[in-house]
Antibody
Framework: QVQLVQSGAEVKKPGSSVKVSCRAS????????ISWVRQAPGQGLEWMGG????????NYAQKFQGRVTMTADKSTSTGYMELSSLRSEDSAVYYC??????????WGQGTLVTVSS | QSALTQPASVSGSPGQSITISCTGT?????????VSWFQQHPGKVPKLMIY???NRPSGVSNRFSGSKSGNTASLTISGLQPEDEADYYC?????????FGTGTKVTVL
């Protein structure tokens, strides 16, 4: 059974960056896609992008191109999502997810990011 | 990619069947079999209910079924139960990118 454990809540100033981690256990981390999804308060799910750790190749949603960087450390089975130039609209719960193929069978517990001056 | 279109809300009485639609384009929903559905209860993590248009992961009730016609996918919940009250999201994946639907709130009357 795959388990994803994310880093804790963050409070950031507008214009700064945040880096959220996602540590995987119990699965084949290197061969799975680690995806990132966010959910603003009271809003729907939004796909941000994903990375295949074994290839180190990431695909991002056009909306976040230039502002998001997804990386993975194979030695610790940990994925990272860094979002820069934060604005208030980026306040949301950020989830990592993985599963078979491109599907999200397993989710992290979510990381609340609050952007406030 | 624009969000896939879902009805904002659908309701039904216990025991009834309801269907949630998810409309995309020929570039996403209509392009392949990579359509999935998620259930999310308030304050909880989303749960995968359907993948590959109509397949159920192990442990998901057979009251949940999925289908697709052209650019529109559908999730049907039969024998509606109180615990089915939740938000539901469709998702599509094509050309290395994913997109979610706008979400549907299911209310059990």
């Amino acid at each position: 059974q795959v388990q994803l454990v994310q880093s804790g809540a963050e409070v950031k100033k507008p214009g700064s960056s945040v880096k959220v981690s996602c540590r995987a256990s119990g699965g084949t981390f290197n061969n799975d896609i680690i995806s990132w999804v966010r959910q603003a308060p009271g809003q729907g799910l939004e796909w941000m992008g994903g990375i295949v750790p074994v290839l180190g190749i990431a695909n991002y949603a056009q909306k976040f191109q230039g502002r998001v960087t997804m990386t993975a450390d194979k030695s610790t089975s940990t994925g990272y999502m860094e979002l820069s130039s934060l604005r208030s609209e980026d306040s949301a719960v950020y989830y990592c997810a993985t599963g078979h193929g491109i599907y999200f069978d397993y989710w992290g517990q979510g990381t609340l990011v609050t952007v406030s001056s | 990619q624009s969000a896939l279109t879902q009805p904002a809300s659908v309701s039904g009485s216990p025991g009834q069947s309801i269907t949630i639609s998810c409309t995309g384009t020929s570039s996403d929903v209509g392009s392949n079999k990579f359509v999935s559905w998620f259930q999310q209860h308030p304050g909880k993590v989303p749960k995968l209910m359907i993948y590959d248009v109509s397949n159920r992961p192990s442990g998901v009730s057979n009251r949940f079924s999925g289908s697709k016609s052209g650019n529109t996918a559908s999730l049907t919940i039969s024998g509606l139960q109180p615990e089915d009250e939740a938000d539901y999201y469709c998702s599509s994946y094509s050309s290395g990118r994913g997109v979610f639907g706008t979400g549907t709130k299911v209310t059990v009357l």
